[in-house]
Structures are given as C-alpha cells and as structure tokens.
C-alpha cells in the first residue's frame, strides 16, 4: 500500500482546546442506555426476515437446485439461488453471491425471505439441492502441489507470487557470520466482532437502501451499483452503529446482495442477520500464514539478510488485500532482502485483511526470528532491534516494494522501545531461559515491534453548522468502537472554536456524506479526520464571512473562540455564533474533501514496541501475563482516552491470538469444527489481567493526519503472539514457532526439552 | 499516560430509590418508548393452541401479556414482541452475554431462557435501568470510564454488573473480574470495564 501524504497538514498556530484531552464519547449516552440502534435493531413495517441455506461440502458443483416447495409454502415470499444472482464478482473478490460452484463448507447455496423465522427455517429445508462432491484442499502447500484439487481454472496461486528483492539474498546470507533458517505458521484464526453481520434492505420503486453493519459503506455502495446494476444516486448505504468489524466487516459481502434481491423480489423490506455459526463460517476471517525465514546476522550486530517464502492460505475467497504487512520492508534495515508472497485459494473458508492485514502473523514470524538470532549471538534482543531498526532519515520504501527510494520522517520507534524497556524493567530479564529455578513457575520477558502505514486514500466529509450554533459532522466511513464520532467532532471542534457538547454526528450515511474510502487500514483518522478538518476551515470561513459585516470588521480581524465571534485586536467586539447564525438566517455547510497519497520522499509510519513479562507453569502449561506495556507511536492523540482504550483492547486481541481463535477443519470434508465461542474462546475478563496492560503514548506529531494525529487501529493487535512467544522462551528455553501457544503445545514442548530418560512418553 | 482519579459524579438518583420507584415511576419513561399497551388487555384466546401459550411478565415496571409460541425465547419476546433493542444477540446459546437481563434480580442469558419459563417475573432491560432522567450509577461509570468500544456488549455488561452490585455491593477487582466473566467483550474493553463496575460500586449507596 502506498504510504501517506506529507506536507500540509492542519497545525494551527495557537494552543490546542480540545484535541489532546481525555474524555467520554459524545455518543456514551447511546451506547450505555440501549438506545444505540444497531442493524439488527431496525424494524420496518412488513419486514420479512431472511435465511440462507449453505453448503455442506468444502468443495462441490451445484448439479440441480429445486426450491418449489419451499416457494410453495405459506408465509415465503421470495427464495433465490445462483439463477437469480448477477454473474458479477463482489468487490475486490472472486466470489459470486451465489453461484453453482461452492469452495468452502459454509458458502451461501440459496436464500429465502418469509414472513418469519420458523417459516424461513422450515423454508430452507424444503429446498433440494443435489450437489457434485469435487475434490478439496485445505494446506495452501498442498494447493500448489501438482495434481492438487484446482479451485479456479487458472489454479490455486492468485495472481503471481508478490517478490520483493533488494541486495542480493544468496551473497547476503553466504557474507553473513550467522544464519538461521525457521518455519512459522498462523492457521486461519477467527477475527471477528460480537456483532454478526446483519442487513436490512428496503426497496422504493428502483432506489435501495440498505442498513449494514459494515465499515466501509462506500465500498458496500460501489458493490451494489455492480451487483444490482443501478445508477449510483440510487443506492443509500446506512452504517450507523455497528457493533465492532476488525476487519472482517471492511469489505462487501454476499450478505448486502442477498438481501437486496430477496427485498426486490418479495417487494418487501428484508432483514437478514448471521448465526454466531454463519458469522464464524462467513466473515472474511484471518488468514493462515507459513513463513519459511532465513536471516543472516554480521559480528557487529547488523542484520544483513532475510529471506521470507510465505504461503498465505487466502480461503476460498479473499477480499482484494491480502499477504503480509511491510515489517521486512519497512521495520529494519537489511541490506540483502528477498520476500515471495504466494497466495494461495483453498477449500477453507473465505478471509480477508483483520486487524493489521497480515501484520500480526508477519510480526510473528519476523520478531520471533530476530529473538531467536539474537539469542543465539549472545546479544539482547532489545539491543539488537534498536541497533537495526529505521530511524529518522533512514532510507524505506515509498511504496510495498523493495526500492528504498524514500527517507523516512516523524518515526518514534526507537523512543517506543526505551520507553517500554523501562516501564517493564528490561534489566531484570533473564540473561538465560529460567530452566535452574525451583519449583514450576518459570518467569521471563519479550518484546516484540511493529509498524504500519495510516491509510489515506480519498476522504470525504461535512459540517453543517445550525442556526442554534450547534454542528453536525457527516462522513461516512464508521464509527465502529473506535470513537471515531468523538475524534472527529472534536477535530471540527477545535477547528470551528465551537464547544464539543454541541456536536453531533451522521456517520456512515452514503446519501448524506461525500465519498470516503471507509473505515480500516488505520485510515478513519488520517483520511476522514483530515476532510472533517478541511470541512471545518470552510465553514469557518462562511461563518467569519458572515460576521464580518455585523461586526464592522473584515473576516480576517475575526476569531470564533469559544463559540463566540470576536475582533482579534479587540475582543469586546463580539457576537455569539447564535446571534450571528440567525442574522445570517441561514445554515452553513462546509465541505472537505481531501485525496491523499505518497508525495515527495518522506514516508511516515506508524510504530509501536510490546514487551510483556509472563509466568510459564511448567506443570500444567498455564501461561499467565503479569505486565504487558504496549508502547505506540500515534502521532498527536486526538483523545488520549479513546486512543489507550484502543491499545488495550488491541493488546489484548492480540494476545487472544496466542491462546485461542484458531479455526480448525476436518480432514474428512472440510467442515469447521469449532464456529462457535465455546470452542474459540475469545478471552474473557479472566483470561488477560486487564490491570496487567498498560498503554503509553509517546509524545510525538505526525505530518499527514489532523493536528498531528496518526493512525492507530490496527498496529496494537500486531505483537502480541511474537512478544508472548519471545517470553516463554526467555521464561523456559521453549521456542513456540506456531500459534496459539496452547497448554498442550507448551507441555509438549517443555517434555521435548527434557533429557530423553525423564521423557513422558 | 494514567487516568486522572476516576470523576464519577454524585449519583442523582440512589439505588434503593430506584428500586422502589416501581411501576409509576418507571412507566413514565418506558411508556413513551412503549406505545403499546391496548395487547396486555386482550382476553385470553378462546380456542386453545397446545403450541402457543399466554405469557405475563413485569418488564421495567410495565406489566405485559403476550400469547407466544412456546419456543419464543425471552430475548425473542423482549426485542421482537416488547421492541426493546437494547439486549443483543451475540451468539444464541449461551456464550456471550450480550443478551443479558435481569429477573428477579439475577442476571440470565436472555437468548437461552423461554419466555414462558419466565412468566410471572420482573424483569429488568437495559431500557428500565435510568429513572426518570437520571442514568443509573452504573450508566454513569460506564460514560466516565469509557467502559466500552462498540457499545454491542454493553446492555448485558451493565446489567450483569447490576445483578452483582446488588448482591455484592462492595466487591473486590477480582470478584467483578469473576462476576464478569459470561460477559465477552470482543473489543476487550475490559480495562475500562472493570473500572467502571469499581467506581459505580463506590457511587452507589450500601
Ligand atoms: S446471545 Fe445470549 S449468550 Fe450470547
Ligand atoms: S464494546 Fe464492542 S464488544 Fe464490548
């Protein structure tokens, strides 16, 4: 992905009066008191609810499909198959909306819309559908291997392998005086919100709207237009509370289309929301990854080379972003770099970017390599990284390529890691895995970093300034938990001098707001913030304009502070925003639009360093965090509150990730054994000590992003696995080079360990 | 960067006060949200369906009586039959929390209970927590402490934590944590979470 703007950006002049402070969301009302409406909240007269009937097989040709009696019964008023769907890719996929061809268990055969659930339910087993079993594959290896079961008629392998090359990777290793040659693997690992994917579509003559939970309503829109082939002003995407997406809800799914068709032809309003089982099955969940790394390491302590084969197992279907982040290219310096990225379809359920893309498991891979070389040469893990990692000034690439042709500016990584070094007390660390110490409890420490780009793109946004003085922001990409109605407004806030109690949002509107690329990528605050910003100076201007005549002053002798308008050099001069609105009679709209991308050659990134200190029980394999301080680099923080709110959280998805979450598979047919929370275990409050986290914020100011903000979203959920694994190790001599890092995984390890004669068997 | 000490305003309204506020006090709230009353007078059907059964229940205060399927579960009769979104359905089957209610005083999972089972019982939503305009203590902490992200799971969080403080009024973290635990947070704003249940255990009134 490209890196973002620099130059230009809003700093005003002055102190700042609201960005930069603590406190609650302007919306905290609405979410603590029900009132918050949620997709699945919305009921429309004579809504019918939907149902979707999906496959059984991981792999199958859909040879006939009879859905005459299921149309027969009372209370159904619309079923589709593949014969209605539109024979167009869903955005960004290869994926129909329905098809005659399935590619993963689960993969959505025929939908129904009846006047009720039980009728929907009995609806759908009335429908016969007589399938072709074919041959499947689940091993994104196996997939490439000759003979394999070929999903696509141009083979498993999307696109060609994605190679990156600087130096000279064989000379690279061979001049290195120590290399390591491991294997990691993320399996495909559930990513996805409490809220399932809900719909409701409403059809007036040839207009839809459709009320989503998605977080990217412009790219839902774009779908529509190709899947429905409707002229865009026909088409109003709603996204207004949605209830989490990490990533699996930033791109169009089948479940939009199948609602506005079954909607078309009940001519009814359809309401359509997954199981927890179809929301595990169907969401765009995380991919699996395989790393096979070679690194090569000179006396002086500096990386010289690495080498990364991935296999990204993509699913059945991928939404367009795929493969691993920019760690190699962009985290440290290495002289001699080779990346092979093959991504490959399988029979396992369809995934797609979550939170981070590939970041999490490239961390994994990467950082546990750096550990592990570093351990082996007698160095500190932490010294090394800060020996190798990019500074300020140092040459990156302005694009996913390898070519440094770009200087890196605004990086705070190396302030991250010394001040995470110190939180935790890094000096207490292990010099040696902890094997001598009595009794089973074995204590140690790791850390790991990361780093991504902060989206950007095209960006869209306005601000509706009301005769009573108070403001609406509209924007549409979402506010899905990360606060972005808060930051946004109180970006406008600051901008406008308009207090932020009067501020309200339309967020997620694709009617009511300008275009905007969406919410994920770490790109809400950057892209939007940076429109609403530019929104905000254009209705100022309006608002000074206006004023200047009322008050014997030309607009530029004018401030609005406080939500007053005064005279600079005299500032009894004044008149209340009120006042001035309603002389002026009439509301002011401010429009922002702003269209980011790399300029020039500096590249800002934004970083982060986690180290977490952790009791390895020997006995029972019980892993238990007993401090973890992420420390991030987020530019200005907009809300200090809602910014360590996402670095806890984030934290503790990713540490989610080295205990539970992985999707598992029968051999047998495919099928995902565990969809559902008992069997994944997304972690409770007593999995993680929440009181063990601590987010630091380290004072520093982006270019690109609004005031100084960067993006921030995704990178907290990056190190979790290699930090965790980097400790156990540091903790108990066991390297974990496959997550989750389960009790039975740490046993066997620990057994492996132990001289041959007190081996359990 | 640490919180401040935790701001959480003077409670305007105790706890026993809302407790005690009952049918009249509650009613003016929830009536504005609940048109709908004309149905709790309906007589009893008069050709008996073995499949459906008359349910009565006092949901914050109002009293209702619907004739359901006997399947209905209580999150199906309080969204769909009540119209009262706030309880949310994260999983149907007992592994989230986001359909959590109170009745009679305890905190269940509202997506695995039958409405017919509860007939007979107070129940209380996320709706009948605030009296007149007055948020709860608990409201207020959550708001403080920003004890959530998305806002999906906080309905059942709130009302758990309720059932708790009411037995439990002056809890260690630790029993919260443990209290808590049927309640995922997926963004894991547990943090704030845990923070919140703390200071509206300190605001409420013993
Ligand atoms: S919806 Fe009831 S426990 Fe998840
Ligand atoms: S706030 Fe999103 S699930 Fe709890």
Known sequence: ?761 | MRDDEPNVPEASVSRRAFLKGGAAATGALSSALLPETAEAQLPVATTPDARRTMVEMRVNGIPYRHEVPNHTTLLEFIRGDLKLTGAKAGCDRLQCGACTVIVNGRNIYSCTALAVEVSGAEVTTIEGLAKDNALHPLQQAFIEHSGYQCGFCTSGQILAAKAFLDRHPTPSEDDVRLAMSGNICRCSAYKRILESVMAASRAMPV
């Open chain 1, 1 to 761: 992905m490209a890196q973002q703007v620099t130059g230009q950006a809003g700093q005003p002049g002055g102190a700042l009066n609201v960005v930069g402070r603590r406190g609650p969301n302007i919306d905290a009302i609405d979410r603590v008191t029900g009132q918050a409406k949620y997709t699945a909240d919305i009921e429309l007269p004579g809504m019918l609810t939907a149902r979707i009937l999906r496959s059984p097989h991981a792999h199958a040709r859909v040879v006939r499909i009879d859905t005459s009696k299921a149309e027969a019964l009372g209370g159904v008023l619309s079923v589709i198959t593949y014969r209605d769907a539109p024979k167009v890719m869903i955005w960004g996929s290869r994926q129909y909306v329905l098809n005659d061809r399935v590619r993963f268990a689960g993969e959505a055969v025929a939908a129904v819309a009846a006047v009720d659930a039980d009728t929907a339910a009995r609806a759908l087993k009335l429908i016969s559908v007589e399938y072709e079993p074919l041959p499947f594959v689940l091993d994104p290896e196996a997939a490439l291997a000759a003979g394999a079961p070929q999903l696509f008629e141009d083979g498993n392998l999307e696109g060609q392998p994605r190679v990156v090359n600087r130096g000279d990777i064989e000379q690279g290793l061979k001049e290195s005086d120590h290399v390591i040659a491991r294997t990691y693997r993320c399996p495909t690992m559930w990513s996805g919100s409490l809220e399932p994917h809900a719909v409701v579509a409403q059809w007036e003559n040839d207009r839809v709207t459709l009320w989503c939970s998605t977080q990217s309503p412009f790219r839902v829109h774009a779908n529509m237009v190709a899947q429905l082939g409707l002229p865009d002003s026909h088409i109003r995407i709603i996204a207004s509370y949605v209830g989490g997406g990490f990533g699996t809800k930033s791109a169009p799914h089948v479940d939009e289309t199948i609602a506005a068709l079954l909607a078309r032809k009940a001519r009814r309003p359809v309401s359509l929301r997954y199981s927890r089982e179809e929301e595990i099955l169907d969401s765009n969940t995380r991919f699996e990854v395989k790393m096979y790394i070679r690194m090569g390491v000179k006396k002086d302590m500096t990386l010289h080379a690495l080498d990364i084969r991935a296999f990204i197992n993509q699913g059945a279907y991928h939404t367009r972003l795929g493969g691993l982040g920019n760690h190699a290219t962009h985290l440290y310096n290495v002289p001699h770099l080779r990346t092979v990225q093959n991504r490959v379809h399988t029979n396992v359920p369809n995934t797609g970017p979550t939170r981070g893309v590939g970041d999490p498991q490239e961390c994994f891979g990467l950082d546990s390599a750096i550990d592990e070389i570093a351990v082996e040469m007698g160095w500190d893990p932490m010294a090394f990284r800060l020996k190798n990692i990019k500074r300020n000034g140092d040459p990156i690439p302005r694009a996913a390529g390898g070519a440094e042709d770009g200087r890196l500016v605004t990086q705070a990584l190396d302030r991250c890691i010394e001040a995470g070094a110190s939180r935790i007390e890094w000096t207490r660390r292990n010099q040696a895995p902890n094997t001598a110490q009595a009794g089973p409890i074995r204590r140690g420490m790791g850390m790991a970093c990361t780093e991504r780009t902060g989206g950007g793109g095209l960006s869209g946004a306005q601000v509706k300034v009301f005769l009573d003085g108070s403001v609406i922001v509209f924007y549409s990409s979402t506010d899905i938990g990360t606060g972005s109605r808060t930051t946004l407004s109180m970006i406008a806030a600051e901008v406008l001098g308009i207090p932020l109690k009067s501020f309200r949002t339309v967020a997620g509107d694709t009617e009511a707001a300008p275009w905007d690329g969406g919410s994920q990528g770490n790109r809400t605050l950057q892209g939007t913030g940076r429109a609403v910003e530019a929104a905000a100076r254009d209705a100022l201007r309006q608002i000074l304009a206006g004023a200047a005549p009322l008050l014997k002053a030309t607009p530029e002798e004018l401030e609005l502070v406080g939500g007053s308008i005064r005279v600079k050099t005299e500032t009894a001069r004044t008149m209340t925003l009120q006042q001035v609105m309603e002389r002026r009679g009439r509301s002011v709209v401010g429009d922002g639009s702003i269209a980011q991308g790399q300029q020039g050659t500096d590249v800002e990134r934004t970083s982060a360093a986690h180290f977490v200190e952790l009791d390895v029980d020997t006995e029972t394999g019980k892993v238990t965090v007993i401090k973890y301080v992420s420390v991030h680099d987020v530019g200005r923080p907009i809300n200090v509150t809602i910014v360590e709110n996402q670095i806890e959280g984030g934290t503790i998805q990713g540490l989610a990730l080295t205990r539970s979450e992985e999707m598992r598979f029968d051999p047998r047919n495919g099928r995902t054994l565990n969809a559902n929370f008992l069997d994944l275990m997304p972690p409770t409050m007593m999995d993680f000590d929440p009181r063990a986290i601590e987010a630091v914020i380290i004072p520093n100011e982006g270019l690109a992003g609004p005031f100084g903000g960067k993006g921030l979203g995704e990178n907290p959920c990056h190190p979790g696995m290699a930090a965790v694994a980097n400790a156990i190790y540091n903790a108990t001599g066991i390297r974990l080079r496959e997550v989750p890092f389960t009790r039975g995984a740490i046993l066997r390890a620990l057994n492996d360990q132990r001289p041959a004669a007190s081996r359990t068997a």
